[in-house]
């Protein structure tokens, strides 16, 4: 069975940094596009980043470029997300997801992506 599961959020003040992490289990994490999403109460669910199969490369949505990085550890077949300079807007609760569309490539808009996680809590207050 294909599963990804989320961990790392919690409450930080602005400013701050956390570092979310997608496990997977069921199939190898370097095979597919995994992409991070983000989704705050009453809005839409959108792409935040994204890391191609094989060659992983890297991609961002404008809105976090410079202070996000994702990150692919093979050996522990795991993604991380590393956000720093957290801030208010930034709050949401953050997904993983597997696609298996996507060869070398990546896309930030859900509909390319098969196999979520159950998401983690990101809440950047004072």
């Known amino acids: 069975q294909l599963q990804l599961v989320e961990s790392g959020g919690g409450l930080v003040q602005p400013g701050g940094s956390l570092r979310l992490s997608c496990a997977a289990s069921?199939?190898?994490?370097?095979?597919?596009?995994i992409g991070w999403f983000r989704q705050a109460p009453g809005k839409e669910r959108e792409g935040v980043s994204c890391?191609?199969?094989?060659?992983?490369?890297?991609y961002y949505a404008d809105s976090v470029k410079g202070r996000f990085t994702v990150s692919r550890d093979n050996a522990k077949n795991t993604v991380y997300l590393q956000m720093n300079r957290l801030k208010p807007e930034d709050t949401a609760v953050y997904y993983c997801?597997?696609?298996?569309?996507?060869?070398?490539?990546?896309?930030?808009?859900?509909?390319?992506?098969?196999?979520w996680g159950q998401g983690t809590q990101v809440t950047v207050s004072s």
């Open positions: 890391i191609s199969s094989s060659d992983g490369n890297t």
């Open positions: 997801a597997a696609s298996v569309l996507l060869f070398r490539s990546c896309d930030l808009r859900p509909s390319f992506f098969n196999v």
């Open positions: 069921g199939f190898s994490l370097d095979l597919y596009a």
